[in-house]
Every structure is written in structure tokens, then in C-alpha cells.
């Protein structure tokens, strides 16, 4: 019976010029965002790769010189693109790629894509996902509006009603062959987005797959709860033009409206500070020390926990000036790290206070949900910006810590007249950043994962409710 | 055997009675047509016996089933033909037929089956293949009796189906009608039409205010008689 009804609907929809051109629009729209988007990547992700090598072996090549003098000449690492970020370009090109890594800093990385957006990276704004989470929507809203308002005013409601049709099977029916209308369109773009990561490849990101196919569900459950909505709303509206208005806001409201007050309210809420204020507060503890406690004090203190750990306490007489130097040297960059570890603790606190209110509303706009979940998986949101941030510094210090490993060790007297060369920067470790595993962006989105949810069981209770009600003339 | 019943059927909206307290019983191959002015009540009857509209009391039963419990149950039995047939557009006269024929249970039908239905049911064969947006009304109002002859209805309820066609057309209907009288359907035709109410009838009732004021049996009535009864009854 659901089978019949759905052919039936499809028939219609197929059989007028209107929903053919609004599915082709789409369809052209997908495809198109899709091949800038991957045009743009492939390329970006060329240009990161050769910067990265550039810079590998810029420090392989940087001649003799003392190895904390190497740390302070740092090393630059570049945020990799992930295989998806082309689908889903997510806060991205907002967010830097270049990131120094040196003695006694924890940088942000700068160079966000958008401070040099050219033509084409601003037609590359509008990605997949941006047509996937703002214009799929109003397909369905063009093609669903009038599922039951339209039956109505044309008094085939009535017929349908006396043939004994069950109202549960018509709604299934009407949901199944809108399913299908919307799977037309969207099973090509998925084939060519398909093809297009795995030529993008697996390099950047192993898990992809995964991600793209937990992707594809979430969006299923979006695109369900919209049309539960639009079949909602066709229900209960007076008349077909009702239901157009009334659809029309809610997706203005809650794709244009919403998102726009939840980032102004997070910004008022929770105020973040300038990286140039960042950088300010970090120098001052820095140069004061932390919570009271002066900088000399905590790097006397930590020197001598080193010096315990090591079995020299007491014996500092006895040692050799490089040892001392390179244990002086380990304490204030531990000092250091605890000052920006302090620091980054409390912004990336701010930071969740403002995406939680950004998941609060959430809760009235499913775009803003979707959105969050789509560029989770797509590695592209704060939280991925953030781990890659989390592996460089982890990184940074185990390059610091190697760098003057060597000095205490190899140093002798004269610390600052000791050269390493290139031997001890092949020993340094490559920077190699491992995007979090599928399961890890899904634990960060299970509020917005269940706020969709949500909204598909809320606007389906509605929309059967409704349809139980409804009048047949 | 009564194939449609109404016992102390009654229909108010808030303080307006639409019908009070009507019985009526029509059995196989009985067509009993309502006359009265617009808004006498007998569209209500139609729809409470569809289940469209709930009674305020009594009831309705179709083949001995209460509509009020067995709403789906009932409308197997049944075919609607409203004064104007609606159907999809953008469909043939043919899909509309399948589509409607298999929603009222029918499962699959050869398709060349329904094609001598819409003919039995004088669709011009041309036709049968068009989108149903070039149809005109009359041929609407066939493939709506297509599909009640394809569901293999008992009771037919038809609700001004002729207004507006030419005499031509109003006959054609008449002789598909008297085909399914025939045949042992349950008619029950709300109507304007004095003249085709005698010809196909084979009782008229009169309604008048939402009470059945008159019920008569037309094969002892003439053409003059009935207008000048209903002429009596419509004057206040």
C-alpha cells in the first residue's frame, strides 16, 4: 500500500516541470559546489604538503649551531587538510594553518585561508554542506508543502477518504515518495563526492570512510526531521499557501535568524580575548609566574625536584656547567608550560562555554545542529582545530626537550659555545599530525547528534497528530 | 437486505441542527434519491454515512457495520461520486483509476481490466491515456463511476453528481446508474434533479430544514405529481 502511495507521489512530482527544475537546481548546485570544493583542496592540500617538506628541510639544513639556539629558530609544522574538509570546509578557512613551533612559546597558528580569499575561495565558501544544510531543505519544503493542503484544495483528500485508505499508510506513502524524489538527487552527488575523497585519499586522514558514512546518516536524520516538519505543517495549515509561509519562516528563522542571535549571544556571553591579548597575558605570567607565586620561586623549585629526580641534589658543586645550564634550561621550560598550560586550559574553557551555547540553540534551529555535526565529521570544526593545536605543542615539547637533552648532555663547560649539527636535528622527531578517530568527534557531538534526533521524533509525533486530525473538505 | 442504514441519525454544530433524528433504510438495488433546497441536510447525510463528520446521535451502518467503529471497515463496501469527481491532474485516467483501485484494497489489476471498466463506464477510449487535465466533468464523473464499478461497491453515495452536465451527459449518467441498480447496488443520490430522481429513483425523500419530510416510491408517482409534492413542501 506505502509502495502504491509512493509511486503515486512520485509520478506527480516527476510529471510536473516545477519540482524537476527545483531537484536539478539542487542536484547542478551539489555537484558544482562539489568540484570547486575539491578543485580548491587538492590544491591547498598540495600546497601544505610541499610547505611542510619545505620546512622539514629547512630545518635539516639549518648548519651547526647550539641546540637552544635550534629551539628558538623553531620550526614551522602546517595544518594538513583533512580528506573531507572539501565537503564540509566547516570554520576552517577561519581558523590559521601555519603554526611556528620554538623554545618558550605556544603560538597559535595564523594564516587563516579567508585574510587572502580570492574569488575563488569565496565562491568555495559555498560548499556542500552549505547547500546540503540550507537549500536541500527548501527542495523539500517546494516539494512537500502542499502534500496534504494540495490534496485538500484539490478535493482528492475526500476520494482518498473514501477508499478506505488507512491515513497512517498515506502519510508513510507521501514520506517514502518524498524519500525517494530526494534521494534522486542526492545519490549522484554522493557518488561523485565518493569518488572525489577517494581520489583526495586516504593520506591526510585513514578514517575517512567512517566519517563520511556517519556523515551521511546524521544528514538522513536532518532531512527527516525537515520533512516531518514540512508534513506538519501541510497538515495543519488552512491552505497550501499557509503552509508555504509558514515553512518559509521557520526555515528562515531557524537557518538565518538563530544562528546569527546564538553567535552574538555566545560573543556577549562569553568573551574571548584577542590573540594579541592572549599573547599579553601569557608574558605577563610569563615574567611574573603564576597565581601568586613568582617566576624565580616555582623555577628554583622545579630545578630542584629535577635535580632530585636525576640524584644530583646537593652535588651542584661537583656538576658540569652544561649539565646545570641544560637542567636550567628543562625547568624553565617545565615553568614555561605550566604558564601556557594554565593559559590554553582557561581559553579552550571559555571557548566550550561559547559552543555550549551555541548547542543550547540548537535545540531551536536543527540547521545549527546539523551543521555542528556535519563539520565535526568533516574534521573541520574548533574541537579538530583544537587537538591538532593539543599534538603540536605536545610535539614542540618533546622538540625542546630533546634539543637540550642534547646540551646537557654533549655541552662539557663552555654551554653556549657547544654546536650541534645536522645529526641531532635528523634525531628530532617529524611532526606528523593523526586527525582524532570517527569516535571522538561523535562523543563531542552527542548533545547535537541527540538535539537532531530529537527534532525528527518531535516533528514526526506532530506531523502523524496532525494528520489524524485533519479535515477531509 | 438494508445495505445502508441511518437510525435516529442526528447532526448538530454548535446550537445549528443540520438533521434531526433520520431514519432511513436502503436495500440492494434500491436508489433512493434526497430532493430539498440547499442546506436541507443532505450532504450532511452523505458525509456522516462517508464518516467524514462524526453524528451527534444515533447512527450509521453500512451492510450492518457501525461507521463510527468501523470507519475503514465500511468505506470497502462503498463508492463516493461528489459533484465533482476529483483527480490527480497530472495522472492518465487510467492511473487515477489504478492508483484509487488498489488504495480501496484491490491489489493489482491487468490494466486492460480497468480499460473495459472505463469503457463500461463510457469513457471514449482516447481518453482513457490523457492526463486527467484535459478531462471535462462528465468524464470525470465516469471514471468515478469506474471506480466504483472496479471496487465492486454495494453502496454508492452520490452527491449532486449531474449538476452541471449537459442533458447528454446527465442521461449517460442515468443509464450507468440504472446499470448498477441492476446489478443489486444501494444507491443513495442527493439530488436537485426532480426529473432523473423519477427516472432512476426507486424511492424519493424530501428534506426539508434537516427533517425527511416526505419518502416516496416513484413507480406510483408521475413526473407532474412529484414536482407539485415537492412544490407543497418547499412552501413555508
Redesign the interface.
Known sequence: MIRIIATKELRELARDGRFRLAGAVVLVLLITTLAFGWRLASSVAAEREAAQKAAEESWLGQGDKNPHVAAHYGKYVFKPLGTLAFLDPGVDPFLGVTLKLEAHKQNLAHDAPAQDATAIHRFGQLSAASVLQLFVPLLLIALGFAAWTGERERGTLRQLASTGVSMNHLLLGKAVGLGVALALVLVPAVGVALAMAAWLGAGADPGWLGRLGLMSVAYMLYFGAVAGIVFFASARAPSSRHALVALVGFWSVTSLVVPRVASDVAARVVTLPTPAGFAAQVRHSMENGLEGVAREERVNALSTALLARHGFEGAEAMMDEATLQGIELQAEAAFENEVLDHHVAQLAAALARQERVAQWAAVASPFLAMRAVSSSLAGTDHAHHRAFQVQAEAYRRTLVQTLNDDLARNAGDDVWKYKAGRALWEKAPVFAYTPPPVGWALAHQGVALATLAAWLLVAWALAWRSMRRIRVF | MAVLEAIGLRKAYDGFVALHGLDLVIGAGEVFCLLGANGAGKTTTIQLF???IEPTAGSVRICGLDVAQHG?????Y???I?E????????TGL?NLE??N????KGRVDRAQLRAVLGEAGLQAEAIDR?VRTYSKGMRQKVGVAMAIA?GARAL?LDEPTSGLDPKGSNEFSRLLLTLRERGVAILMATHDLFRSKEVGTRVGIMKHGHLVASLATDELSHADLERIYLEHMHD
Open positions: 462517508l464518516g467524514f475503514l471497515e465500511t468505506k470497502r462503498i463508492a463516493y461528489p465533482n469527481v476529483m483527480l490527480y491532474p497530472n495522472l492511473e492508483f484509487f488498489q488504495l480501496a484494497g492526463p471496487k453515495l
